[in-house]
């Protein structure tokens, strides 16, 4: 059969024209990442949040509501009226306590009670705290003066940090409102995203890398709030046994700490430091002050246990990624870092275990003789 040869020209008009397509589709592409990029955090969230709180909405289904628009409503509403209304709470108790504080400081009746003798025999830190708890409580003023600097900037910092609260917590209610509709249609979301997997891995990976992605999610999710709340209970229990003002306010605050993934210590610390200036340095105190701080400790250890559960990868691998994706990408990172580490981890071992083809190799001399062999015993057999 005779082939013709190609020309060269169509060669090259072939390759310019798959040249302008591809760049055609990379500039689509960055446009379509520009118009998205102002919504991703917000999208982002509220697609976690759907994935969170989907099985809730499977099992309200039918026995309060019977459509899914509903049922998502309901729980969207109960969601954000259990986070606005601690929040809403602990600001005017915030704002109370900066009005007090401030009436205090004009009408000069606030005194620091000079510090036990015993707070100067501790070790490493004793002597200074002693002289600086000592220069608070005989001249406030001045100290005042000496730290102004610092009181400065530590002021302007916790302006920015509550203004990057509020912020992030209009984020939140605006994602909670788009995961509702995405939770609204939520098996078809759940159908789209394993024909986009599937398309993307095939029809074997495509459906597992949809539930390791969603457990993944929920497990990081659950294990957040889940550890946030322990934590919650135990200073709160210890707040309250000891008498501590606003001790169900500052629970919530340690609750709401958790859930940012901020130190509950942002609390713990200042509450020891009151404790110990309104009633010294007694056994009850000291073992109060002990116990509150370790529990602010307390999810460094719950994390490795309760991260990772329900999910087809190790604990560790959804450990570090919780951790390294809160480095490099904040609360979203926190999700976003398990999510592709596991599922990096599941394609990296699917492709170990598949191995390299088998190929099988003939002797050519081995084949022939085995050939005659076989020639030999058909004739000898007729």
């Known amino acids: 059969m005779l082939q013709v040869p190609i020309p060269v020209a169509t060669y090259s008009r072939t390759l310019i024209d798959t040249l302008i397509r591809f760049g055609l589709i990379a500039l689509l592409a960055v446009l379509c990442f520009q118009i998205f990029k102002p919504f991703m955090n917000l999208l982002v969230w509220a697609l976690i949040l759907a994935i969170t709180l989907y099985p809730l909405q499977v099992r ?4 309060v509501f019977a459509g899914d628009g509903r049922t998502a409503t309901l729980i969207i509403v109960l969601v954000i009226a259990v986070v606005l209304v601690p929040t809403y709470l602990l600001g005017l108790a915030l704002i109370e306590s900066v009005e007090h504080a401030m009436a205090i400081a004009k009408s000069g009746e606030f005194h620091i009670p000079p510090p036990p003798e015993a707070v100067a025999s501790w070790p490493l830190v004793g002597q200074r705290l002693h002289d600086f708890w000592t220069l608070a409580a005989t001249d406030a003023t001045g100290l005042v003066q000496k730290l102004g600097p610092q009181i400065k900037t530590a002021s302007v910092a916790a302006l920015g940090a509550m203004g990057g609260v509020g912020v992030g917590l209009l984020i939140f209610v605006g994602a909670l409102i788009i995961a509702g509709i995405i939770m609204a249609y939520g098996e078809l979301g759940t159908r789209s995203a394993v024909q986009i997997a599937t398309r993307i891995s095939g029809p074997e990976r495509g459906p597992r890398i949809v539930a390791l992605c969603t457990a993944t999610v929920r497990a990081v999710a659950q ?14 229990i ?3 046994i000891k008498g501590v003002p606003g001790a169900g306010l500052l629970a919530l605050a340690i609750l709401l700490l958790g859930i940012m993934q901020l130190p ?8 020891i430091i009151y404790v110990f200036a309104s009633e010294g340095a007694t056994a009850a105190t000291i073992a109060f002050s002990i116990y509150v701080f370790i529990a602010g400790l307390a999810d460094n250890v719950l994390k490795p246990l309760l991260l990772g559960r329900g999910v087809d990868v190790p604990m560790p691998v959804v450990l570090i990624g919780a951790l390294g994706g809160m480095v490099t990408g904040g609360v979203i990172g926190l999700f976003i870092g398990p999510i592709v580490l596991s599922v990096g981890y599941q394609l990296f071992w699917q492709w170990v275990d598949e ?12 084949e022939a003789e085995s050939h005659g062999t076989s020639g030999i015993t058909g004739i000898a057999g007729e």
């Open 238 to 240: 210890a707040f309250v």
């Open 264 to 271: 509950a210590t942002l609390i713990t610390v200042p509450v």
């Open 223 to 236: 294990g957040v709030v889940g550890i946030a709340f322990i934590q919650m209970l135990l200073i709160g």
């Open 355 to 366: 191995g390299p083809p088998r190929l099988e190799v003939v002797d050519a001399g081995v």
């Open 60 to 63: 309200l289904r039918g026995k």
